[in-house]
């Protein structure tokens, strides 16, 4: 299972940014995808998480409010729109997958697929 992110970019504060991920060989509406980060000096942390069926979605309490996490099926790929961006939110942006078909957030499997990051930097 290979997965992509990408999106990520310069902002300034206040600003958003959506970020794709992108899962070739697999069909994402089969399965949760979760969005994690790490900023310089600190742990992986989940920022959101999307079941396979959309019916349950997940978001840390510092994004709850400002990200939404969604699919589009009929590209195969889950986006995280983020919206009045924030300079603690600078930090690597990935995606996984636990790789469970119909599993739901949050997963009881632990994530076992990642794609490489994609930098989001908030500055002015």
């Known amino acids: 299972v290979q997965l992509q992110a990408s999106g990520g970019g310069l902002v300034q504060p206040g600003g958003s940014l959506r970020l794709s991920c992108v899962a070739p060989?697999?069909?994402?509406?089969?399965?949760?995808i979760g969005w994690f980060r790490q900023a310089p000096g600190k742990e992986r942390e989940g920022v959101a998480c999307?079941?396979?069926?959309?019916?349950?979605?997940y978001y840390v309490d510092s994004v709850k409010g400002r990200s939404t996490v969604y699919r589009d099926n009929a590209k195969n790929t889950v986006y995280l729109q983020m919206n009045s961006l924030k300079p603690e939110d600078t930090a690597v942006y990935y995606c996984?997958?636990?790789?469970?078909?119909?599993?739901?957030?949050?997963?009881?499997?632990?994530?076992?697929?990642w794609g490489k990051g994609t930098q989001v930097t908030v500055s002015s």
């Open positions: 996984a997958t636990d790789g469970v078909v119909g599993s739901n957030c949050p997963s009881s499997y632990g994530m076992r697929y």
């Open positions: 060989g697999i069909s994402v509406d089969y399965y949760l």
């Open positions: 999307i079941s396979h069926s959309e019916d349950t979605t």
